[in-house]
């Protein structure tokens, strides 16, 4: 874990002028049809079509832009399975900085292309019998890189939150913000967002039902490790919470809900027939929770962060079959 203090509102804030220019400021969308469904007015934060597909590019750039000169010129070393593994290499390419990348095997094909694509060097392991975490440790000591992983950081955090900043910014407050959980940086740098700019909204984050190590973390009050889910959302299949993220959460998280593979493949469907959007199932999780009924919010405004877009195209013709 990183030495750094506990991220606040204010580096949201700064976090926000340090991505300017780089990150793009995405679209919030709305849907008649999506409304009539659940009786609420819905706000749609459209991270997927941030630059690599996803908002971890903010949390990413954010982080390298805080890098030393000595920093620099090692590199940044990180673990994913794909879309923070996208975002590191993206943001080192503009940072003129060397990156290497921890991804696992079975990853999907085109976030590992896309991975490689940005200059990225790739080193695979087996996600069911190797440990992501002390790999990267490991070559992080050995090459003298700054590791930067995937949730569990202040920069990271700070700077998934400024999606949420943005999208408060445009809608003004609302009653509901739900947000997509992995790791848990995204849900931490919205909820910190959300305390600052709309104190009486309301902070849901939905994952996996079949990794809901975060649900059992907030109901046990510490971090709960669970086994690698097996789920679709394989960007949310992590294993515990971070513990940057974790007294965030406890604090400004109302509670956290799942939903199913099988809800994700339907909140895929709305998104290509009704918005004309490509979203990845992992992207797919706050929506799903609203748009399937997981927590009534009829008559409320609701903020949903679409968190990425990055699906391997014959993977999503199989979704939508």
Avoid: W
């Avoid at 990150?23 to 849907?31: D, F, I, N, W």
């Avoid at 046990?220 to 949310?236: F, K, Q």
């Avoid at 956290?256 to 992992?282: C, H, I, W, Y």
């Amino acid at each position: 874990m990183s030495t750094l203090p506990a991220p606040t509102y204010a580096d949201v804030a700064d976090a926000a002028e340090h991505i300017a220019g780089a990150a793009h400021r995405t679209p919030v969308m709305t849907s008649r049809t999506a409304d009539a469904l659940t009786g609420a007015s819905l706000f749609f934060k459209c991270e997927n079509f941030q630059r690599m597909g996803a908002f971890k590019f903010r949390g990413a750039f954010n982080a390298i832009s805080h890098f030393t000169e000595s920093q620099r010129q090692a590199g940044v070393l990180t673990f994913s399975s794909g879309n923070h593994a996208q975002a590191i290499a993206l943001s080192a390419r503009i940072a003129g900085i060397k990156a290497t990348i921890i991804m696992p095997e079975d990853a999907p094909a085109a976030k590992m292309e896309a991975t490689r694509g940005y200059g990225g060097e790739v080193i695979t392991y087996d996600r069911y019998t190797g440990n992501r975490e002390e790999i990267a440790a490991r070559l992080a000591q050995e090459r003298d890189m700054t590791l930067i992983p995937p949730y569990d950081h202040p920069h990271v955090i700070a700077g998934q939150g400024t999606s949420a900043k943005e999208l408060i910014e445009e809608t003004g407050p609302l009653d509901y913000l739900f947000v997509c959980l992995g790791g848990g940086g995204l849900l931490a740098g919205c909820a910190l967002a959300a305390a600052e700019l709309s104190p009486s909204c309301t902070v849901i984050g939905v994952e996996p039902e079949a990794g809901n190590d975060a649900q059992q973390s907030l109901e046990r009050g510490e971090i709960v490790h669970i086994e690698v889910p097996r789920t679709i959302a394989d960007g949310a299949a992590s294993t515990h919470v971070g513990e940057y993220n974790f007294p965030i959460l406890k604090r400004y998280v109302d509670r956290v809900v799942t939903v199913s593979d099988d809800q994700l493949v339907q909140t895929m469907k709305f998104f290509a027939q009704r918005m004309k959007m490509v979203v990845e199932p992992t992207g797919c999780l706050a929506a799903a929770a609203v748009l399937q009924n997981i927590l009534p919010v009829k008559g409320k405004r609701v903020g949903i962060i679409v968190s990425g877009g990055n699906v391997d195209l014959a993977r999503l013709a199989q979704f939508l079959a």
